[in-house]
């Protein structure tokens, strides 16, 4: 089975025991995104301190991949600046995009490099990608708010 | 395994050329997708590119041959479709590009009375009116009817679920009242397989004066459906769940009704007389059939029809039910399995919809994908029924005339699998 | 008869199975009504059967490998449609079941404007405003339009027709107003062949603040079309016209305007979130795309873009201007015979409409179609403009990549031929 | 060619010199028709006494089998009871949806048998009803009229 490519051991592990789950305050910007195909949702919350994420909070129901992708995008953007996190958020975007194609950085991606079995799936691509999006979007509007 | 008697013969998956292909690593593929879409057998196929080779021309406009021999493929096609469906006058078939467009030409043409005239006033919706649908609709029988309510300011109600996946009709002497303007139901849930007890319903309904509109995107393939009997005004359904192309569904609609209703979407070979200032419009169906049809579709759907005639509607249903009781029997005996759906085979399709503890339907799915076994997952666009049962998403297995009890088997075993690969057994 | 260096190889015809059929009395068969619908090549219905022997599924809904594999045709073939009418951004092209429902979607989705918040109020259309089309207008490009104003109390006006077959100009800047919220013009006629200022018109109406929706039905099948170039908002064509199947169509909008719209037809697949009391819609494309759509027909309208795309979209407008230059001097011979549209060439497409003293359109079909020569006879779904030229109806030979000066010669002697069967000359 | 199986020689006598055409008074009904493919169409009007045809005056615009179809229609008709009328108009239909198989009865007929070869062009069959619809429309108004 290639089930192991796609579901390695660094997915299923953060999938069983998610990091920085639940929602906190302070926050500047909250969001609710959903998969429309599937119907997984995640809700989330940006706090920034100047230009850097403090914290990210959510509260998701969905599956393995989408589950593990927001704690590992969570581990990745916290303590980042907002430049540095986009950079990375970039990164994964393309990585998920390249069909297994690509080599991926792991200085930059850390576990996140895990997810490289999941871009050969492009019905699993936007599980991976829901926790990203969500986080992008309330960052922008944190921004926004600031500013 | 037992071989049931009420079976069709296992041979018949030979008549349809994908399902002889092989998916992941070389594995025989094993398709319990055909909720979303059936395949097609070589007839189909055969008789649409016969069309395109010998026959094709825009039909109702020319006066040469071919256009002659395509309007004949087209009507007799429709003739075909409509005796397979118990309709007596062939005008009451109206071809549209699926299901959905079938059910949004009733609700559009609903709304349009506003503006057509005092013939078409048995038509009219508005505040104080109420359109009544059921919590287990399709999206495609159910967001119609909340946009035609948000044009017309009309209310939207419907019936709830039970906990066994049956329409809660304990309501129903309020639900169906003088306020009533339609009622939209499924035939079949796309989800739980659950069977309406459309008659009944339907009885209460035109008591009230209220129009039926019948969802029968899930029946027409896989029961016999004879629209005489069932009491409804208007059926809807798709041309690719029933062995047929892609590109094509059907409206039946009473005549009388039809002939009263205004048009939805207008343009060439659905008018009378066209004039810069206005214009008037063909009787059924040609009214609600504007611009070249999809006519060499209408000729493989044809085709899908007499291949369901041939091995008989009756040995369709008798197959499927066979499937489902063992299936289901299967099913339960999976630990951490729960179904969504009456958990017998009475009254109910061969749709297979479940959640199974500690493993979300997606990555179920992809593990059943991985063993070369298609079923689909996540809501199967019926959002609020799944929100009714506490299910983010859910595992469909539904069948169809090519599958066999060792499909199900499989089903089962990729189950297993899944939970020992996930840990939760 | 001489071989002009534009024309394309004889031999094309071999790619098109239809064309080596024979007709009444053995009759090999003349087809020049291609402006109705287009025959297929073998590329075409081989695109279509490959992806219903080996992918077909039911795409953006399953996570399955048929699944994926099908919504990756569907997409690509998206992608390919996109990029033939020069489109760079995909989400642009919205797949409908013919032009005639393009226009319908752009016509409907302003009236729902009335009812979907402020968000849409820049499509609100109402008493007071106006909107623009011409009197050349195909059905498709009229009857919406009629029906706009009927629902939402705007004013329908039009451009003339001069008597040479071109769009009379010299109103336009009355016509062209602050009112105007929508003009609606074909870039091609389906009767007099005249190519249509496009840019000219669009650049006046845009200054005014007006849509602008092209009906590009007969052109984008038979010129070079560049959705960059023509300055219009939306764009409406048909597969069945241009090589492809039956039951597509497409409707190009600019994506701005088209993720601001209200939905038209609605059901699954173009929501975000549904319940029971309200729903929210994708972004385009699927906004637009309720229900399993016409799969194996996009991958098939896909292979016919690329197989003009081979030929070269150049090429074949040079092909068909060099017929239809000759095919206007074999006519302009014969006595008797008047024809309807430009008498030259220039800025004007391989459609001859006209009329012969004392024979009727459909006795001259009639006659050409015992010959082995498929025409068209009637009004061709452009009623007002028959009456504009007091013909009752025309005789319409339509060219496409296929046909050949000889095709252009029976014609003319299958004219002659009627006139002495019926005793004219 | 097998165009003078359609166009049999009393179909063109009667397409060049029609018979009672023309629109004449007195008349208690008149209607219009059209075929909506083609744009022919027919405007007609009937006078009745009692349940005798007494007259049927007709303008029309159209080809040769519609034109002419008017024509004889008109020489059947005029002078007959309604009933006996109809009768005959039901004949015409039968052997127009006949696509050539039924030996139309001349002494019912009379030069309407001449249709017989359009009935096997399904496209030409609307031209050949064209005036009789128009007539039994127009015949059954001047009845609802008269009661
Ligand atoms: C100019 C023009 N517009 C629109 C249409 C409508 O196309 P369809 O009938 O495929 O919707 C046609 C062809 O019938 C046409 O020629
Ligand atoms: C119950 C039901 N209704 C309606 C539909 C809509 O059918 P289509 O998408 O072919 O329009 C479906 C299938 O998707 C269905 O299962």
Redesign the interface.
Known sequence: MQLESMYQEIILDHYRRPHHKGLREPYEAEVHHVNPTCGDEVTLRVHLVGDVIEDVSYESLGCSISQASASVMSDLVIGKSVKDAMTIGDEFLALMQSRGSVEPDEDVLEDAVAFVGVSKYPARIKCALLGWMAWKDATSRALETAS | MVALPALLPEELKKDF??LS?T???GRP?I?L?SG??S??PRQV?DA??EF???????V?????????EA??AFEGARATIAHFIGATDVREVVF??????S??LVA?SLS?AA??GSSASRFLVGPGDEILVT?ME???????W??LC??TGAT?R?FGVTDEGRLDLSQIDELINERTKLVAMTHQSNVLGTVLPVQEIAAKARAAGALIVLDAAQSVPHIPVDVADLGVDFLAF?G??MLG?????VLWGRYDLLAAMP?F?????M??????E??TF?PPPQRFE????????AVGLAAACDYLTELGMDRVAAHEHALTEYGLAKLAEIPGLRLIGPSTAESRGGTLAFVVDGV????L??????LG???????H?A??L??RFQA??TTRASLYLYNTLPDLDALADGVREAQK??GTV
């Open positions: 050329p994908i292909r998916v992941r690593g593929l398709y997708d979303a879409t395949q097609k196929l649409e590119r395109y080779e010998q026959r094709n021309a825009a109702h406009r020319g006066a040469h041959l071919l256009a002659e309007t004949e549209t590009k699926n299901a959905t467009e059910i949004n559009y349009n503006t057509s919590e399709h999206h495609a029988n159910l967001v119609p909340q946009q948000q044009r939207l419907w798709s690719h769940k192309p892609s590109g094509i569904g048009p979407i207008t343009g060439g070979s008018i009378e007389v066209v004039r810069m206005a214009t063909m504007a611009g070249v049809p999809m006519t060499a579709q979300h339907s997606h990555d799915g992809q593990v059943l994908d991985e076994i298609a079923v689909r997952v996540g809501h666009c959002w609020p799944h929100r983010q998403a690969f996930f």
